[in-house]
């Protein structure tokens, strides 16, 4: 594509870019794809979005469409006693696996909250289980709509054609599969009720790794990955629609280390392979440069708090 006929860079609006290929290394599916790198925000995205999209989330190997697993009534009350007593108390030793980001905003139990991207809906089952009532979830590449009980709805439509108002929206590494940032994001603040929070947790570019090994950055992943903000770029974004920004954390893990250097050995994203090519030292090694690297603020993911405004 001549780069005269490229937009503007989708985060900060700038035309001074960097052009790369890049290849689908997930699956190892055949193909080359164009990213732009903003030289001004730093910001990545896909320049040639191929026509068969979906044919990149097959239902039987992606990584979100595994089946839903339920847990019985005993363990769901456990489940809420233990998100009950989590955020009521200082003890990292009952957290669940998403409190850190959930005692952070602390959401009502009726709250109206909507998962943008949400899969096969085990995050917002989880937080059915722990006693949350009002949860729906959007993804058009889910096989059907399912509805799980009066408190959760699994929707195949995307966020677009969602009804109603929400006190909560959330996306969870869905915002990158998305083509335009400032859409979904002008969307979200419309759909936000005044003081309503938005959290979207993305990779992001500010990321060392991403710097160091280029193209073959696991949470690259082309073509899926339409976007990647940097941390510069989203903020920006995010503050032209209005949206108030109360704190970037970054949570990234070892998956940034393991993942990447299964790339650079042509494997594709099998964790079965992680055991077999990394010694546990060596996996110890990659979570504490993890946590590392989060504090120094560069991770390859980072989690976006936000809030819309109460209008006086």
Known sequence: MPIEQI?????????????????????????????????????????????????????????????????????????????KLFLKSQWNILRPSYGYWLKKI????????????????????????????????????????KQLNSSLTLWKKSFDDSEGHFDLIMMHHAFEHLNDPRDILKLCFEKLNPGGRLLVRTPVTDAEVWKEKRELWVQLDAPRHLIIPSIKGFTTLA?????QLEEVEFDSSAFQFW??????????????????????????????????????????????????????
């Open 259 to 312: 993942g990447t250097a299964l790339y650079e050995q042509g494997q594709p994203l099998n964790q079965a392979l992680v055991k077999t090519l990394f010694g546990p030292k060596e996996l110890k090694e990659m979570n504490k440069k993890a946590l590392r690297y989060n504090q120094e603020g560069k991770g390859d993911q980072a989690c976006f708090y936000l809030v819309k405004p109460i209008k006086s």
């Open 106 to 145: 602390n959401p009502k139990l009726n709250d109206q909250i909507a998962d943008i991207g949400c899969g096969n809906g085990q995050l917002l089952y989880e937080l059915y289980a722990s006693g949350y009532r009002n949860l729906q979830g959007f993804d058009p590449f889910i096989p059907k709509t």
């Open 239 to 243: 503050s032209e629609i209005g949206l």
């Open 7 to 83: 937009s503007a860079c989708k985060f900060c609006g700038k035309k001074d870019f960097l052009l790369f290929l890049a290849k689908e290394r997930m699956l190892q599916l055949p193909g080359e794809f164009t990213y732009s790198e903003c030289q001004s925000c730093f910001s990545l995205q896909l320049i040639n979005i191929p026509d068969n999209l979906s044919d990149y989330y097959p239902l039987d190997s992606y990584y979100s469409q595994v089946t839903l697993v339920e847990s019985s009534y005993l363990k769901n009350h456990l489940k809420a006693l233990r998100l």
